[in-house]
């Protein structure tokens, strides 16, 4: 028993997650046969980034300063160093860009955006499928802000319409891939609708296309050639890249704005020397290796495989989903790929929509294909 006084509301709303079979716990013990993580490229499980590392690194900066474990400050007291400086010219010229900005996570980069650039008199329509680190970051700025249909350009342009005159500016937001599904977004068409107005920024979250599209893996803006058409995209280093932080990409002002305006960039701690090193060379390694080559064989070959299974959402993209419909069949299939030692990542109601339950796979280029073969198999026999 707690030696702790609560609120009720705290043990009741335990109580009810429980009772409804959707309490989250954390647990050290996963299936072998990884199908759930975000590591699509495989440098944090094979050991390529870590090998890379600790090859590579030195216990000073470029400054001559003896680095430790801690930045010791947020950028604008005493964390800031040639190096993360150096590291984010590399980003933007990776990225054809003119600046990139390093943040703690993806996270921190899609809250410290949305909540500090739009402002009172201005407007922000967003896919209803982004994800929720985008709608906090709007729900901290002081605009209005609407939901449009995903990926439904006619309701975005009807919204446009309806409001463009009343609003100083408009921001869309859309992510390059969908975590839920694996879709993507239609860039193109999204371009185009804002590129006919001045006062329109497009805002596109690259997490789950960087390392997957794109030359070098490069993501999908740069697959489409429209990388300078956006007015800021973010990549997250948690996915492919195989480590940690973030980085929002775009112009010179927006870069400067952001450090002078974004609050989870000014008021938190620096990310470490050793995680800036990560970043860096798990660029290298977008590179250096074959990995994404392996992903989008493996990628092709699960899409193959799978075209007989109905309710499973196809993509391109290393997300993809079978639709259950209910928690009961969620649990039901999370048990036979258990037994099969297959992790996979289940989405139960009310985290989602009612009726929309699933279960995502996420693809990997170090997933072998009889692991995709065994896969197939149990989703083949439960969909019958």
Do not use: W
Request: with cysteine; charged share 20%; proline share 2%.
């Amino acid at each position: 028993m707690s030696l702790y006084h609560h609120p009720t509301y705290l043990l009741k709303a335990l109580a009810e997650r429980e009772q409804n079979g959707i309490l989250r716990k954390l647990t050290c013990t996963f299936p072998e046969i990884d199908f759930c993580s975000n590591d699509y490229l495989g440098f944090s499980k094979l050991g390529l980034l870590d090998s890379k590392i600790h090859a590579q690194i030195t216990e000073q900066d470029a400054d001559g300063k003896p680095m430790g474990f801690g930045a010791t400050g947020s950028r604008l007291v005493s964390g800031n160093s040639r190096i993360i400086e150096e590291t984010e010219k590399q980003i933007a010229f990776f990225h054809h860009a003119e600046s990139a900005l390093i943040f703690n996570s993806g996270y921190d980069a899609n809250v410290g955006l949305l909540s500090s650039v739009p402002q009172k008199n201005d407007l922000i329509l967003y896919d209803e499928m982004i994800h929720a680190s985008i709608y906090d970051g709007i729900r901290l700025s002081h605009s209005t802000h609407y939901k449009f249909a995903h990926n439904d350009m006619e309701n975005l342009s009807e919204l446009i319409q309806r409001h463009r005159k009343d609003f100083e500016n408009i921001y869309v937001v859309a992510e390059s891939v969908y975590s839920l599904d694996g879709d993507s977004a239609p860039l193109l068409e999204l371009v185009e609708i804002c590129q006919d107005f001045k006062n329109i920024f497009l805002i596109v979250d690259e997490a789950h296309g960087i390392g997957v599209f794109g030359k070098q893996g490069r993501g999908l803006c740069n697959a489409l050639s429209i990388e300078k058409k956006i007015f800021a995209r973010i990549y997250t280093y948690g996915k492919a890249m195989g480590c940690h932080g973030a980085a929002i990409v775009g112009s010179d002002i927006l870069r400067n704005y952001l450090i002078n305006f974004s609050r989870t960039f000014i008021y938190t701690t620096a990310l470490p020397y050793y995680s800036i090193e990560a970043i860096k060379h798990s660029y290298q390694l977008l590179i250096e290796t074959n990995q994404k080559d392996l992903l989008q064989n493996n990628i092709a070959y699960f899409y193959t495989k799978a075209a007989s299974i109905k309710s499973i959402v196809k993509s391109q993209s290393g997300i993809h989903a079978i639709q259950l419909g209910s928690n009961d069949l969620v649990d039901k299939l999370d048990r036979e790929l258990k037994s099969i030692n297959v992790h996979a990542r289940i989405m139960k109601s009310p985290m989602i929509k009612q009726g929309k339950e699933r279960i995502r796979f996420s693809i990997h280029a170090f997933n072998t294909k009889a692991e995709i073969d065994s896969l197939i198999d149990c989703l083949s026999r439960f969909s019958k």
